[in-house]
């Protein structure tokens, strides 16, 4: 079936870096532009950033610009997330979606920076 | 503060209509798509209305949106206490380039 897989959360101090990777299968993952989007526990949804699917468009959330870099594999239907000079307000779940506008969602991967 | 604005809460009686609504300005609900997220306790979101009232595979007709210049409502119709859940709304900002979200509507069905 259609799904999408995050992982490599985990805990990180301030400053620090992380890779977070995301496992695309049951369609044409070239077919797709893929997005980031977190939430921040107790919080609302918020963008971080899309790539197209060729990966030649990418387009990030102010919050994070400079910071993170999204890219792609498309011969490992795969979506990735780096992200580095990690700040405590960064602390979310992080979800990998289909399309912009996310039709479909993984259920997504903990980030925790803190101390 | 969310760029889309929707009131935190909203609540219902089992089998009442409960509209959510989400306001926002030109450069995003009055010139693009609006989208609608439900989230269950506990889990990820799921797409419940895209390009302002269309229903995905599997999202049943209790569910319908619509859009008016600048702002965009969720009806929710028969609610069920299984609709208890956190809605968001969405849409892309022109000016902003940027996918905007409500901050959520917290829905009790009493």
């Known amino acids: 079936q259609v799904q999408v897989v995050e992982s490599g959360g985990g805990l990180v101090k301030p400053g620090g870096s992380l890779r977070l990777s995301c496992a695309a299968s049951?369609?044409?993952?070239?077919?797709?532009?893929m997005s980031w989007i977190r939430q921040a526990p107790g919080k609302g949804l918020e963008w971080v950033a899309y790539?197209?699917?060729?990966?030649?468009?990418?387009q990030y959330a102010d919050a994070v610009k400079g910071r993170f870099t999204v890219s792609r594999d498309n011969a490992k239907n795969s979506l990735y997330l780096q992200m580095s000079s990690l700040r405590a307000e960064d602390t979310a779940i992080y979800y990998c979606?289909?399309?912009?506008?996310?039709?479909?969602w993984g259920k997504g991967t903990t980030v925790n920076v803190s101390p | 503060q969310s760029v889309l604005t929707q009131p935190p809460s909203a609540s219902g009686t089992p089998g009442q209509r409960v509209t959510i609504s989400c306001s926002g300005s030109?450069?995003?609900?009055?010139?693009?798509?609006v989208y609608w997220y439900q989230q269950l306790p506990g889990t990820a979101p799921k797409l419940l209305i895209y390009?302002?009232?269309l229903r995905p595979s599997g999202v049943p007709d209790r569910f319908s949106g619509s859009k008016s210049d600048t702002s965009a409502s969720l009806a929710i119709s028969g609610l069920r206490s299984e609709d208890e859940a956190d809605y968001y709304c969405?849409?892309?900002?022109?000016?902003?380039?940027?996918?905007?979200f409500g901050g959520g509507t917290k829905l009790t069905a009493l």
């Open positions: 390009k302002n009232n």
């Open positions: 979606t289909r399309e912009i506008f996310g039709d479909v």
């Open positions: 030109s450069s995003n609900i009055g010139s693009n798509y």
């Open positions: 969405a849409a892309w900002d022109d000016g902003l380039s940027a996918w905007v």
């Open positions: 049951g369609f044409t993952f070239s077919d797709y532009y």
């Open positions: 790539i197209s699917s060729s990966g030649s468009i990418i």
